[in-house]
């Protein structure tokens, strides 16, 4: 009996030996899985700030993106509306030069007509 007691004993200890090895290593395991959350958070939270920090420059660059186009549409109107002043002007040159050529014409038949009297009128005082 007293052997038997002993190996009882001695079975009872190495239980609460592998009882207590147990009980650490479950803490351990708590422990690191606990780490493991506060890692995942951690990577969470700098994916969501890097998801936030890619969102804010793909806006800024599509609002850079339509600020160009804006004005490149301004820029081609102004291109347009420029070539059509360029079509009137080039019309009213064509008109005043027109004019220009048709004025002096009358001038130079004038100027005959006033050289013809003027030889005309200096004969008769011959």
């Not at 890619?54 to 301004?74: M, P, Q, W």
């Not at 070539?83 to 005959?112: K, N, T, Y």
Request: charged share 35%; net charge negative; no cysteine.
């Amino acid at each position: 009996p007293v052997a038997a007691d002993a190996e009882d004993a001695a079975e009872g200890a190495r239980r609460a030996a592998l009882m207590a090895e147990a009980g650490e290593r479950i803490e351990e395991l708590v422990k690191d899985a606990q780490l493991r959350d506060q890692v995942i958070g951690l990577l969470h939270t700098s994916h969501k700030q890097e998801q936030n920090m890619l969102d804010a420059a793909h806006e800024a660059a599509t609002g850079k993106i339509r600020e160009a186009e804006g004005k490149r549409r301004e820029a081609e109107a102004l291109r347009a509306h420029a070539g059509e002043q360029i079509v009137a002007l080039q019309a009213q040159l064509a008109e005043q030069q027109r004019q220009a050529r048709a004025e002096a014409g009358r001038l130079s038949r004038e100027r005959g007509a006033a050289e013809d009297a003027a030889r005309v009128a200096g004969e008769r005082r011959a």
